[in-house]
């Protein structure tokens, strides 16, 4: 019963998106109606298959004899798929709204409904070939969606793209075979799976082919120097970059990575290797450097998108430490960054919806016009800098926690990462906020009479995720708790 | 039907194909398209009989050919391998012929049509027999035919490109056989026999005693090298992307994916049943072949990614891919034969499919062939859109399909082999890399709007339905199942490969 | 009776694992919360005279209270996680306070205060993570609160974190060398803000550092370290910069900015000497240095104001027409320089006697000696206001005094001023009550 209530949950979405676009609807709200049930019934269904799991192995399809498609719901699993299934619905009604002035939209939202079953897929693979078949698959479902607008920039995002995603996957694709031949199983266990005595005389070769596939897998979490799509997938519709470049692509690039190093290649086994420290190096630069190009951009959400890479790189700093404690405080930064970051581009998805204006020296003095998007954008840039009672704090505490305690000597350089990045989101961000409210004595505030807040369909969303962000901050203990036993091994 | 019935399917295979080749030059245009066509579906399902009838028995079988014994009559070997090749050849044959059916009528002469047919007939008796030899001067023979009929598939219709093409394969093509002639008469100067098994035999005592390595080595490289022309191996592929890119559509479906593997399949035969399998390991030439195997998987791709011209593009994806199946070969051990094996398989599958959708491309954009002026043509013609996206995605290595299985194949030979794991690893990626670039920038460009382009040039653009070509509309049907089929089912058809493989020596 | 130790903490909720809110008194708490609480009633009765002159007084008035608040909280954190927490709402909330007036200087002094602020803060909240790992538990004690069996080999670590610390928290009051947010800060806030941004907003620096370095750190860990050493260097170096620089602006309120980087650096010398007697003479000087200069910034209110006059030599002869004014300003100059008998005079005598006492070979003589210099320049740049405007001299009062009425400023901001005089003067001359609190605090920590 459960095998078939996890595969429905991954494949009802695909096969239910298709009638979005093929068949003519009378009016628009029945479509949407339509689509929103169906975005509805998969989270619930996601919901009670996480609540009602066996931790058991569901073979979907067998390739040949070792090489099979198999789901199965472990405390990861729960996290990514918890995470996304709230986020969808969400996300969903937003973009009901934004969409509503656009072309094409039945095609758009087939897309990204059926984006949603097949990131519930990487959520659940119980596998490495599995997860690798879908991460594929994440990439071709997610390319319409980035090429909507048809315009010049959105096929030249999409081509990036494309070329970016599948030759990460084609250097994924060496570890997935390695996995395959020196693990003792493809499936993920706590721990890793490595055959110990065959492993340690290739040790060198293994650490090799780790790297390769941790750069190949980090192309969706946009490391420095792979990550210059995101920035140009900015060129997309909002709850696309929103949704997708801010929580499901790149949170799927980091699960990615989470599985690798911590349940095929075994943290223990990577720990203390020169491997550990290339990659704590390269996760470092990112940090730095996504927020230093945040700094300099003057586009809205390209400016939030390099702010996504410097995150991402948080998570990835948390993963790389090799801990149950760094990997707890990734999964505290994967959960709460989706929410402060989707509630920003949010925000800046909805001045873009409202004036037409992509550039920041475009909003100066918007706030007295828009106050309740800006208040919350505000609560989102003082959430993503850190400043405790948001959850920022608590996922730079956990990370900065764990990089204290592993005694790794670019540890502390880490933690320093994290500070002046801290330092530099809050000019970005700030920035933002400032202009829009403080506009200066001389400014004419008839100029931006015109505007006013979006509609309830954007708002709601927007509440709710204040809301969330504000009980994490000031509440995190119960869901850390649970985030630490599911980093155990 | 009783084994002794079926047991002489083979025969009545080739000698049906040689003699309808005749045939056809005394028909009429359309009559000798039904002759063809019948032809090819009736040695497909003879095929399928002598299949299930080799697996029923377990074991592959000798079948004289006359009343003569060996050593000196001449003999068909056929086994699990052959007949499965058999058979998928013929599927991808009729499915070409009929795919490149529309414009094949258009742009061939009426009056010259039949002398097409009589060319593709004469190439699949050939192929039949390169497939079921078991004689290596018999396999001599038909390789010349193999290489006349092509000659005149890539002819037929005569333009200066045409020409050229075909006269560069011309040469090309027989300076390989001259090579592979040369080779045979060393071989049979120093064994005496002519005969496959017989061969192996001889050749096992002289390197057993030590004597005439040098000669030996020196027959073997010629063999090789004749035939590694006659495939386009990397640096000898350069009449390929002229041959397939001038060429009618189903021209270059079966050049592309059955021609070059016949040879390719006859090197394997080399290999096992000629000289032995451990003997070709232990020399030098199969680091040769994965050398130039990697660099024509490079090459290849680097090459198509500078084309604009569609077809010659995909043939230069070609030269990659047959960089994929030497280097298969490169590595040394069974498995990478069979990821070969299992690769020609994929690709003539998947190559097939990318001319006819990229000629269905080209018709709804007034025929041109340059990839800017096929914006948007995945709207005009929604089938050949998608498959061409099906074949651009198993090109990729994308799972579900194909190429997916012949990367993770090719992978697995390779991480048992310690020396030269990562660099074909490194290859494997890098080449899918490439491949994204060229493939997915023209999937992306068939689906990009047309607004783009001026109204001048969108002259002669018009939409073909599903309903335009009814018959190549389930053509793509079929193309994709198959795809799909090995990606998904690739269990059994691996399996079969390797208990084929197994009897082949 | 002031305890000394933190009574049962009250805990307000919990953020996370090891992450919690209390509120505890002690001595320390409650003496910067006594004069945060005087300060801020009496710089409130002044600012409602004064926010008649500026706009959007609601707003003003709303930031000012919340910020209290704010204010309190830090002063009663029982923990580094909340202290920090008040330090970042307290940066927040002052920058509505800097920000009143939406002039293009104004936004640009707030975002240079706000990146120095954060600066500052995210070094000290690299220490507070570093320490989370090698500390028992961040709650303030009385010793210090390392857990010294897992510190072991990583003291010099250890040491440049606490460096870091240093210079990150003395950001907020004015240290080299992230001092540069307070000359911008000051001039283009209201007054009232600027009152409370040098009185006691850069208190919360000192407050944080005492902090760390005794009640998490402990004194005996950092004596005698290269860490003293650079500290003690980098507060003389303000303290005589920050002297120099007033003595050469012209501009009133940017000259007593200078003057508040300089004398903060005088209680964070003294807390830098780790003595008992230089500790007594800075917590006087915390309590002595913010009546003193809230009661200079009262009167550059009223400069600017009610006389129009934004630089130094626009003030000549203004001692004619507002005589009491000026009377006021002449003590609290007289009690910053630290003449006998006023307060300033106490909490100076007392750094100097630490100074001389303590065991810190070069600065033991060389601090004094800093001192005194700047005492010399604190005269040179405070007195001539005050005897210029008594006396102009040949050169006679100046336009904008010119046309003032001989009268006082209003009663509502002139009371204010008068009571904070009464109290730099009285305070030097019955000391007795506040040196007692001072000292025992001192012994409870040394």
Redesign the interface.
């Known amino acids: 019963m459960n095998g078939i209530l996890l595969v429905m949950t991954v494949v009802l979405p695909i096969i239910l998106a298709v009638p979005v676009a093929l068949i003519r609807w009378k009016q628009d709200t029945h479509w949407m109606i339509y689509t929103e049930g169906v975005v509805l019934l998969t989270s619930a269904l996601s919901y009670y298959a996480l609540a009602n799991s066996d931790g058991q192995a569901h073979v979907l399809f067998r390739f040949a004899n070792d090489l099979e498609i198999a789901f199965r719901i472990d405390g990861l699993a729960s996290v990514f798929a918890a995470l996304v299934s709230f986020l969808w619905p969400l996300a969903t009604l937003y973009a009901f709204e934004y969409m509503s002035h656009l072309k094409h939209r039945e095609i758009f939202f087939m897309f990204y409904v059926m984006t949603f079953g097949v990131t519930l897929g990487i959520a659940f693979s119980g596998n490495i070939l599995t997860m690798y078949c879908f991460y594929e698959m994440l990439t071709m479902v997610t390319l319409p969606l980035i090429m909507h607008p048809l315009s010049k920039e959105a096929i030249r995002a999409s081509r990036t793209y494309l070329l970016y995603s599948l030759g990460g996957a084609a250097f994924a694709f060496i570890g997935m075979i390695f996995i395959l031949y020196y693990g003792t199983t493809s499936a993920f266990v706590p721990g890793g799976v490595m055959n110990t005595p065959a492993v340690m005389s290739r040790q060198n070769l293994l650490l090799i082919v780790y790297v390769l596939t941790f750069f190949g897998f980090s192309v969706k979490a946009a490391m420095w120097p792979f990550g210059g799509w995101l920035p140009k997938a900015g060129v997309a519709p909002t709850p696309v970059t929103a949704l997708l470049h801010a929580v499901a692509v790149v949170k799927a690039g980091a699960f990615a990575l989470m599985r690798i190093t911590y349940y095929s290649f075994g943290a223990d086994f990577l720990r203390g290797t020169w491997a550990q420290t290339v990659l704590l190096v390269f996760v470092i630069i990112t940090i730095v450097y996504g927020c230093s190009r945040a700094l300099k951009e003057t586009h809205l959400k390209r400016r939030l998108a390099y702010s996504t890479m410097s995150n991402l790189s948080y998570i990835l700093f948390g993963v790389v430490l090799m801990t149950p404690l760094g990997l707890t405080g990734a999964l505290c930064h994967m959960v709460f960054h989706a929410f402060m970051k989707i509630c920003s581009f949010f925000c800046v998805g909805a001045v873009m919806h409202q004036t037409n204006k992509n550039y920041v020296h475009e909003i100066n003095g918007l706030g007295h016009a828009m106050p309740v998007t800006f208040t919350i954008f505000t609560i989102s840039g003082l959430a993503l800098m850190g400043v405790p009672g948001l959850p920022g704090f608590i996922s730079k505490w956990n990370l900065a926690k764990a990089a204290v305690a592993s005694e790794h000597p670019l540890a502390l350089a880490g933690v320093f990462a994290l500070l002046v990045s801290a330092l530099l989101t809050a000019i970005y961000m700030m920035s933002i906020s400032f202009r829009a409210f403080c506009p200066g004595r001389d400014f004419d505030l008839t100029a931006v009479a015109g505007y006013r807040d979006p509609g309830w369909r954007m708002l709601v969303p927007l509440g709710i995720f204040v809301v969330v962000m504000f009980v994490f901050g000031l509440h995190s203990a119960p869901l850390v708790e649970w985030l630490a036993t599911v980093a155990e091994w | 039907m009783t084994h002794d019935f079926v047991q002489n399917f083979p025969l009545f295979c080739i000698i049906l194909t040689l003699f309808s080749g005749p045939c056809c030059m005394i028909l009429r245009g359309r009559w000798a398209r039904y002759v063809n066509l019948g032809v090819i579906s009736a040695v497909g399902v003879m095929s399928l009989f002598v299949l299930l009838d080799v697996c029923a028995r377990g074991g592959s079988y000798v079948y004289m050919m006359g009343h003569f014994p060996a050593p000196w009559g001449n003999e068909i070997r056929v086994g699990p391998l052959e007949a499965f090749m058999a058979l998928f050849f013929c599927i991808i044959m009729l499915l070409s012929m009929i795919g490149g059916a529309p414009q094949r009528l258009r742009k061939i002469e009426a009056s010259k049509e039949n002398l097409y047919y009589v060319m593709v007939n004469l190439l699949l008796s050939s192929l039949l027999a390169l497939i079921y030899t078991n004689d290596l001067f018999t396999a001599y023979v038909f390789v010349e035919i193999n290489t006349i009929s092509a000659c005149g598939m890539i002819m037929i219709c005569q333009n200066g490109h045409t020409l050229e093409a075909a006269t560069r394969y011309m040469i090309m093509s027989l300076l390989g056989s001259g090579l592979l002639l040369l080779g045979i008469c060393f071989l049979y100067g120093l064994t005496g026999h002519l005969l496959m098994s017989n061969i192996k035999e001889a050749v096992a005592q002289l390197v057993a005693a030590g004597t005439y390595h040098a000669p030996l080595m020196v027959a073997v490289g010629l063999m090789c090298v004749g035939l590694a022309i006659k495939s386009a191996l990397f640096p000898f592929h350069s009449w390929l992307p002229d041959a397939y890119g001038y060429s009618t559509v189903s021209s270059a479906a079966i050049l592309s994916s059955l021609v070059s593997k016949g040879y390719i399949f006859l090197l394997i035969k080399i290999f096992y049943r000629v000289i032995g399998f451990d003997i070709i390991c232990n020399s030098k030439i199969i680091n040769i072949f994965f050398v130039f195997g990697i660099a024509g998987m490079m090459f290849g791709s680097i090459s198509a990614a500078r084309e604009t011209n569609i077809r010659r593009m995909i043939a230069f994806s070609s030269v990659a891919q047959i960089g994929y199946i030497y280097m298969g070969f490169g590595l040394g051990t069974g498995m990478g034969v069979l990821a070969s094996i299992y690769h020609i398989l994929s690709h003539a599958a998947t190559k097939s499919l990318l001319f006819v959708s990229a000629a269905g491309l080209s018709e709804s954009s007034a025929d041109s062939r340059e990839l800017a002026d096929l914006t948007g043509a995945g709207y005009r013609n929604a089938s050949a859109g998608m498959a061409f996206t099906v074949g651009a995605l198993s090109m990729v290595g994308f799972p579900l399909f194909s190429g997916f299985i012949s990367k993770i194949l090719f992978a697995q030979a390779a991480v048992n082999q310690s020396g030269k794991m990562l660099p074909t690893l490194i290859a494997l990626a890098l080449s899918t890399i490439l491949n994204v670039i060229y493939f997915m920038r023209a999937v992306i460009v068939i689906y990009t709007p047309l607004r783009s382009i001026p109204a001048e040039r969108r002259e002669g653009y018009r939409r073909i339905r599903m309903s335009t070509y009814p018959q190549i509309t389930v053509v793509f049907g079929c193309f994709v199942l198959l795809n799909l089929v090995l990606g998904l089912m690739s269990q059994p058809i691996v399996e079969l490969c390797a208990r084929g493989l197994g009897m082949f020596g | 009776m002031i305890p000394m130790t933190a009574m049962a903490p009250f805990h307000l909720?919990?953020?996370?694992?090891?992450?919690e809110i209390s509120f505890a008194t002690d001595g320390i708490s409650l003496l910067f919360m006594g004069i945060t609480t005087v300060i801020w009633i009496l710089v409130g009765i002044y600012a409602v005279a004064y926010m008649k002159h500026e706009e959007r007084p609601g707003q003003f008035f709303a930031a000012y209270a919340l910020l209290y608040v704010i204010l309190l909280g830090l002063d009663l954190s029982a923990n580094l996680?909340t202290m920090?927490?008040c330090y970042?709402?307290m940066t927040?909330v002052s920058m509505l306070l800097v920000?009143h007036?939406?002039?293009?200087e104004a936004?640009m002094a707030?975002?240079k205060y706000?990146?120095y602020s954060?600066?500052g803060a995210?070094?000290g909240?690299?220490g507070i993570?570093?320490l989370?790992?090698?500390c028992v538990d961040l709650n303030f004690g009385s010793t210090g609160r390392l857990d010294l069996s897992a510190l072991a080999g990583h003291e010099q670590?250890l040491l440049i974190v606490v460096f870091l610390m240093l210079i990150g928290f003395g950001t907020k009051a004015g240290m080299f060398p992230l001092h540069g947010w307070l000359p911008s800060a000051h001039p283009v806030a209201p007054s009232p803000a600027s009152a409370v941004l040098s009185a006691i907003i850069v208190k919360s620096g000192v407050l944080a550092t005492i902090r760390t370095v005794y009640n998490i750190i402990g004194a005996d860990f950092l004596r005698g370290t290269w860490v003293q050493t650079a500290w003690m260097s980098l507060t003389l170096l303000t303290v005589f910069m920050g002297s120099m620089l007033a003595y050469r602006e012209p501009v009133i309120k940017k000259r007593f900015a200078y003057s508040t980087v300089s004398q903060v650096s005088y209680i964070l010398f003294g807390l830098s000497l780790l003595q008992e007697q230089a500790f007594t003479g800075a917590l006087l000087h915390v309590w002595f240095h913010a009546m003193i200069k809230c009661g200079l910034f009262l009167c550059a209110g009223v400069f600017v104001v009610i006389c129009g006059c934004k630089r130094v030599d626009e003030l000549h002869g203004i001692g004619r027409k507002m005589p009491v004014f000026l009377a006021c300003y002449t003590c609290f100059a007289l009690a910053l320089i630290g003449i006998p008998p006023t307060s300033g005079f106490v909490s100076k005598w007392q750094l100097a006697l630490g100074a001389l006492d303590a065991d810190v070979g070069f600065f033991s003589w060389f601090g004094p000696v800093v001192l005194l210099v700047s005492a010399l320049l604190t005269a040179g740049y405070l007195l001539p206001i005050a005897m210029r405007g008594f006396f102009p001299g040949e050169v006679s009062c100046s336009e904008q005094v010119g046309l003032l009425e001989k009268k006082e400023p209003p009663l509502l901001m002139l009371i204010p001023i008068v009571i904070l005089a009464i109290a730099a003067v009285m305070s030097g001359i019955f000391p007795t009550g506040l040196i007692n609190v001072c000292r025992n605090l001192a012994a409870y920590f040394l």
């Open positions: 909720l919990t953020l996370g694992e090891g992450l996680i920090y927490l970042e709402l927040l920000v007036n939406h002039s293009r936004i707030t975002l706000l990146f954060l600066c995210y070094l909240l690299f993570f570093y989370n790992h090698y670590t």
